[in-house]
């Protein structure tokens, strides 16, 4: 399979615990994108990486939440002292650009986060 | 800023009956316009897209959108639907400017009924 994978796909844990999620995008894409998604809504960006470099962090990445992509390949997502509120479903995107500067955002499968 | 309105949250419709998503986005600058779609329990997958030139977009199982500038819209419709088509479906906007990050709108669950 050569889509954007995610793991775990599903993740349930206890208030206060701290938990790491897995994007591996689609190969030789440089861009990597974390959104996520509330029960009614659409997805909403967090952060996006163009190789290893972190570009941009939305507000609504609390200082609980944080992303690398150490090597410019995977990402990890982590989020420390989970609350009831940050149940959602993650999901990451990979593109590569071209030179037009569209680039299209292949999503992966999502991993769904329950708080407890 | 950019927004993305979807006014329906829920659109019901009969096997074979044509339907029309309603999208409306604000923006001051201008933006790429895509729409999503979600089956259950799956990822986001690109529907359609406009980037340029002809203002109706096709997809391969016979979605269409039109972009309209003058009423900042971008519906989706589809003469005939099916079962299959149930689900999720998302407008987003994209700023030509610094592509990178999706705006998107709340969603519209397309329900079929045999």
């Known amino acids: 399979d050569t889509g954007v994978s995610q793991d775990p796909r599903h993740k349930i844990t206890k208030r206060g615990q701290n938990v790491t999620f897995r994007c591996d995008p689609i190969?030789?894409?440089?861009?990597l994108y974390w959104y996520r998604q509330t029960l009614g809504q659409g997805p909403e960006f967090l952060t996006y990486f163009q190789n290893e470099a972190q570009l941009e962090k939305s507000r609504l990445l609390s200082d609980r939440f944080s992303a690398e992509r150490p090597k410019g390949s995977f990402s990890t997502l982590e989020i420390q002292r989970t609350e009831q509120g940050d149940s959602a479903m993650y999901l990451c995107?990979?593109?590569?650009?071209?030179?037009?500067?569209?680039?299209?955002?292949?999503f992966g499968p999502g991993t769904r986060l329950t708080v407890l | 800023a950019q927004s993305v309105t979807q006014l329906d949250s829920q659109v019901p419709v009969f096997e074979e009956a044509p339907v029309e998503l309603r999208c409306n986005y604000s923006s001051s600058v201008s933006v790429y316009l895509f729409w999503y779609v979600q089956y259950p329990n799956q990822g986001l997958q690109l529907l359609l897209k406009?980037?340029?030139?002809?203002?109706l977009v096709e997809s391969i199982n016979g979605f269409e959108a039109e972009f309209n500038k003058s009423q900042t819209s971008f519906h989706l419709r589809k003469p005939s639907v099916h079962i299959s088509d149930t689900a999720e479906y998302f407008c987003a906007v994209l700023r030509m400017d610094s592509s990178y990050k999706l705006i998107f709108g709340s969603g519209t669950r397309l329900l079929v009924r045999p």
């Open positions: 190969s030789e894409h440089n861009r």
């Open positions: 406009y980037l340029s030139g002809s203002t």
């Open positions: 995107a990979s593109s590569s650009r071209d030179s037009t500067g569209y680039n299209e955002q292949f």
